[in-house]
């Protein structure tokens, strides 16, 4: 059983359904034809953004923007504008949610345009929960299972996709390298135990201090990196000082003993040749000098 539960202004309708009537009447003047076609469409992805294009590709209804939100898989897409007349979709499916979806335009939807949407919407809930498990597969292989952030193989699947994304839209981007200083000591007086611990408190003062639409990954042991999109060197400059400050200011007590902690910050900013071994390369090395100078500080290159 499929339900959405639909908003427009103050009123709520709860769909049902389980096999939808391929002609009822509809606005393409085809319905049944149309219906299969999106189904043999979204029959061969996996990807959730294309299944909501082609979705609205055969969707014969006026609208002036979508919205998708998924708060487990941490997706929100956004096309068009939004607009005073929005109707809202919960999508379930035996008893799993997949997300919400959102259709806008600035005149009311009419009766037969809300069946019409409801009616495609049994053809896009199977695909879409497919696309969300593929997906949900996808993120725990690419999570770090002790921090919760991303880990290398993700920063290897994603930095160039950001790199290209900055590139074509001539926005800045920046890269920071960071870890704990003296982190073995830690490990060895402490045990393995404490230094997961203190792993974890540090992806806590990243989380305060970053944006949600930043990456944090784990690239091994204690080395962290974090992409930051649209944001230039010097605004990379005032978040890494901000991560190191308050890492010195963070206490973890250990039994009788407060631990003390500082991490060292390499960041550079994208240029124009850079790919993800070049940018990586470079902010690697400035967290070296880091290192060099005395730790607890921060160094760009």
Do not use: W
Not at 175 to 189: A, E, G, H, T, Y
């Amino acid at each position: 059983m499929v339900s959405a539960a639909q908003k427009q202004t103050t009123k709520t309708v709860t769909l049902f359904d389980s096999v939808p009537d391929l002609f009822s009447p509809a606005l393409d003047g085809n319905p049944a034809e149309s219906e299969l076609a999106l189904r043999e469409k979204l029959s061969h992805s996996l990807d959730i953004e294309d299944l909501l294009n082609t979705f609205f590709e055969y969707l014969p209804v006026a609208y002036s923007g979508y919205r998708y939100c998924n708060q487990l898989l941490n997706c929100d897409y956004q096309i068009g504008s939004d607009a005073a007349n929005r109707v809202e979709y919960r999508l379930v499916l035996a008893n799993e949610h997949l997300g919400n979806l959102s259709v806008q335009r600035t005149t009311p939807f009419g009766i037969e345009e809300l069946g019409l949407i409801e009616e495609r919407l049994c053809s896009l809930v199977y695909p879409m929960r497919n696309a969300t498990l593929y997906q949900a597969a996808l993120k725990s292989a690419f999570r770090d299972p002790l921090t919760g952030v991303e880990n290398r193989a993700a920063l290897e699947n994603r930095l160039p996709r950001e790199i290209q994304l900055s590139q074509r839209h001539a926005t800045p981007a920046s890269l920071l390298v960071l870890d704990i200083d003296r982190f073995k000591s830690i490990n060895d007086s402490h045990g393995h135990h404490t230094g997961d611990l203190v792993l974890q408190r540090l992806v806590g003062v990243f989380q305060s201090v970053l944006r949600t639409t930043d990456l944090i990954c784990r690239y091994g042991g204690d080395e962290f990196v974090i992409v930051l999109s649209n944001t230039d060197v010097e605004g990379a400059l005032h978040v890494a000082e901000r991560i190191r400050e308050r890492v010195e200011n963070l206490r973890v007590q250990v039994s009788n003993v407060r631990l003390v902690l500082s991490t060292s910050i390499g960041l550079t900013e994208l240029r124009r040749d850079d790919d993800a071994l070049s940018i990586f390369e470079r902010a690697d090395a400035a967290l070296l000098q880091a290192k060099q100078h005395g730790r607890n500080n921060v160094v760009m290159s």
